[in-house]
């Protein structure tokens, strides 16, 4: 370390986990082959254990969309005598067939996003991007997000409390945050959120109360891993850890994420945004919307 000192800023990677495991069925489909959009040659093929942009460990997946995987990493760029750090990986497919350059366009707002007005109200309320790099798949490259870990979504969240209802006085304070959130990214960044079935409690997540249970759920994916699906073309689909159990303490902090379909909103648009009941009228007549 002497002779060469910028090893000391680098965590030593993890040898794969020598844990036995067990196999799901091949023929059962599981976590991203149920989505419509899948196709094996579009999604990066991530293995648990693997460094990604010499940087970033795999450690375990978190979940999965329709066009992405979702991971969370170790941070090896820091010093060897800090306590762990980890990221949430986002690794979009590349399907332009299903929608051209997704993750360019995510990209891109996030990167606007982050940039914007700091001291809005609003902005702790939006995921910021703190990485991005590309890799190769076997049918291209990939466009790969890097963000902080968040607990789970506001829908997850609020099973927490007996019937699924939120006390008000937490309610209350989220809606604010909400609002702020959207406030921030229209006046300040001229960004609507535009998915499809409206900005839902889904895109909407809780941060973590406590970062030692992302080092508690990484131990428990080495010592005792989930069920694997082990594929005839070599691939490996990973069952999602989703679940960091009850809460340890109530934040009620969270972040409005999932700008894949984001659009610039001072210039007119069109098309068919939002679910059918949220509609708003100018949509509903294919006059364009925007913020005017």
């Known amino acids: 370390m002497l002779m060469h ?11 794969f986990s020598s844990a036995l495991l067990s196999r799901i069925d091949p023929s059962l489909l599981v976590e991203e082959e149920n989505s419509p ?3 094996p040659a579009y999604f990066y093929p991530t293995r648990i254990g693997e460094i990604l942009n010499d940087r970033y460990q795999i450690a375990t997946k978190l979940g999965h969309g329709s066009r ?8 090896l760029h820091q010093w060897r005598w800090s306590n762990e750090r980890y990221v949430a990986l986002k690794i979009n497919s590349n399907n332009t067939h299903v ?4 993750g360019s366009v995510e990209l891109e707002v996030l990167r606007h996003i982050t940039r914007a007005n700091r001291q809005h ?8 991007l703190l990485d991005s790099f590309s890799i190769q798949g076997i049918s291209g490259s990939h466009v790969c997000l890097v963000f902080e870990p968040l607990r789970e979504s506001l829908g997850k969240y609020c099973q927490r409390w007996e019937d699924g209802v939120m ?23 001229h960004i609507i959120h535009t998915e499809t079935t409206d900005l839902k409690p889904d895109n ?20 005792n891993p989930l069920p694997q699906k082990h594929c005839n073309d070599g691939r490996i689909i990973y069952l999602s850890c989703k679940n960091y159990g009850p809460l340890k303490h109530i934040i009620g902090l969270i972040e409005a994420v999932d700008f894949d379909l984001a659009v610039q909103g001072d210039i007119l648009q069109d098309g068919c945004i939002q679910a059918e009941v949220y509609r708003a009228p100018e949509v509903i007549l294919d006059r364009g919307y925007g913020i005017f």
């Open 37 to 39: 959009y899948y196709e």
């Open 5 to 15: 000192p910028s090893k000391a800023f680098r965590q030593s990677p993890w040898a």
């Open 99 to 102: 929608r051209k350059t997704a």
């Open 204 to 223: 909407i997540m809780v941060r973590l109360e406590d970062r030692e249970l992302l080092s508690q759920d990484t131990r428990d994916e080495f010592e």
């Open 68 to 75: 992405s995987s979702v991971w969370l990493a170790r941070n």
């Open 121 to 128: 109200k609003g902005w702790r309320f939006v995921r910021k």
């Open 167 to 189: 006390p008000p006085e937490i309610f209350k304070i989220i809606l604010q945050e909400i609002l702020q959130a959207l406030d921030y990214l229209h006046t300040e960044c």
